[in-house]
């Protein structure tokens, strides 16, 4: 007799799922749950929830090591927790179920080490990502029109399914990608730079290209992970003007930085993080100018 066979049950999240999902706020553009993350036996974060809006402009502080940049990164799932949740949009982006590349799409990322293709022209740079991806939506949908094409020849005239409109090409896509990269390199006052190498160009203005190549997706959010820690002093005030720039139009960003003025100017609330967790948080007026925690009192006496 053959023993009954056991069904191997693939896991429904990233996260082990010691801790239960929860119900998400869904006036929350961003919220994590009980959000943690170990390398090896380091507890880099632990256990941290929070919730971000649409608008709002965070700040994080903190010493190095404290797991700011990581909990940057596991915001769009660039690190995997270890466990806990990270919803987007009403997205859990935890759920193996859910496409982190689609929901990556509206969720912009600015490194410290600018991160730009070094082969590619600035141009070619920031129109690569919304070219590969209007392609292959457009491939997408001209295989589903086929395959209805094909349903079609078996129903009865008025059962035919309809297709899908097909109103772009794959020359229209470069060119209106292309059209709006000028634009986004004329308000940063870089258009002469669109077909030089990023090799050839100063830090501040490799920085300001990576910030607008993110924009050129039309993200919900922007993630800055400490965007001038790698830029001489004299380059740092022209990316933090654009920074800025798109805060005062209205950009929802969460932003890892040093800049202490910066994030008192700019920041709508201040999260300081110390050993893995968020130590305090409040609106500018309250982390620089009446701080309760000990630690964010000593932090603060040291970098201001």
Known sequence: ?????????????LTNKNTPVEPFDPKALLEVQHLSKHFGEL????GISDKIYQGEKIAIIGPSGSGKSTFLRCLNMLEDPT???VFFEGNNLCDLRVDINV????????FQQFNLFNNMNVL???TYAPVHIAVKELNKTKRQNLIIKLKNIFKEKGKKIPLTPVQTDKKKIKADAEENAMRLLKRIGLEDKANVYPSTLSGGQRQRIAIIRALAMNPKVMLFDEP???LDPE???EVLALIK?????????VIVTHEMGFAREVATRVLFMDGGKIQEQGTPEHIFGSPKNERLKDFLSKVL
């Open 124 to 126: 070619k740079n920031i």
């Open 103 to 110: 929901q990556r799409r509206r969720m912009g990322m600015v």
């Open 235 to 237: 380059m740092v005030g």
């Open 245 to 253: 720039e798109l805060a005062d139009e209205g950009m929802t960003m």
């Open 1 to 13: 007799m053959k023993s009954a066979e056991t069904k191997v049950k693939k896991p429904k999240y």
């Open 83 to 85: 466990d806990g949740y």
């Open 43 to 46: 507890k880099v974060l632990d």
């Open 228 to 230: 001038t820690s790698a």
